[in-house]
């Protein structure tokens, strides 16, 4: 057994293998868990959660990866939760997404988690909620969740995130595609990844479409097409999610544009900290 107080202590300073002993203590369901969660509780609220949603192949953890680099710029702590599904035949999971941010794997100020989901459905692991209070605990200002490359029936990560964000990329369906219920209505932020391939403006097209008509009546606001990889396209995810977290409760974004600029329009917040 080990000393929970002495741990939730430790990660408090930032010790990552403190955390990490935390967050496999949840994973693997220990008695000690209930425990774990007491201690945490009053620790818990501060950070602000991302969910980095979308099909497999769409960029999630370049992407992610970018967010890092442009969150520690601004002097952010930043913790991220990768989410890799399971074999449904060996049950083992590759734990690769973490590879794509071998860059951060130095920064004190980033730790980096990967999880399997062991056969849970809706996107994320059985124990990404409590993960996530344990990075919060631990003192991240911001957390990031990737989840694994979902179908349109997989939107768990709306319930967890302060802002969702689902990635598209060119070519991956037509209007009729775009209009169907599921994934493509939980977003926050929108964004047409891999942009300099044809048919981004199109897709960007239909889903506007596709968001105007589930929500008449909203403001729009505009962006000028860039690359993920790009500063400029980096400064447009964050200025999304910053905009997205001042506007508060009641309003949510309906919109989607090439360099991730939310369309912001009146209607409910799913989720409050």
Request: aromatic share 4%; hydrophobic share 40%; proline share 5%.
């Amino acid at each position: 057994m080990q000393d929970v107080s002495t741990l939730v202590a430790q990660a408090r300073e930032g010790r990552p293998r403190a955390v990490a002993r935390l967050i496999s203590l949840v994973e693997g369901a220990s008695p000690q868990l209930r425990e774990v969660m007491a201690a945490l509780a009053p620790l818990t609220g501060g950070a602000y959660v991302v969910g980095l949603t979308g099909s497999p192949g769409v960029g999630k953890s370049t992407s992610t990866s970018a967010l890092v680099t442009a969150y520690r710029k601004q002097g952010k702590r930043v913790g991220v939760l990768a989410v890799d599904p399971s074999s449904p035949f060996s049950g083992g999971a590759l734990l690769g997404d973490r590879v794509r941010m071998s860059e951060h794997a130095s920064d004190p100020g980033v730790y980096i988690r990967s999880m399997a989901t062991r056969g849970h459905l809706g996107g994320l692991a059985w124990a990404a909620p409590q993960a996530i209070r344990v990075l919060d605990a631990a003192g991240c200002d911001v957390i990031l969740v990737e989840t694994v490359g979902v179908g349109q029936s997989e939107v768990e990560i709306a319930s967890q995130a302060d802002t969702s964000v689902v990635l598209l990329a060119p070519g991956m369906g037509d209007g009729i595609q775009a209009a169907k219920a599921g994934i493509l209505e939980i977003g926050d932020v929108y964004v047409v990844n891999k942009a300099d391939r044809d048919g981004a403006d199109a897709t960007a097209r239909e889903l506007n479409h596709m968001l105007g008509l589930g929500r008449p009546g909203g403001r729009v606001t505009g962006a000028r097409p860039s690359s993920r990889r790009s500063p400029r396209g980096r400064r447009a995810w964050t200025r999304s999610s910053r905009r997205w977290r001042s506007i508060g409760p009641g309003w949510r974004s309906g919109g989607c544009s090439r360099s991730g600029a939310p369309l912001v329009r009146p209607g409910r917040s799913r989720r409050s900290r």
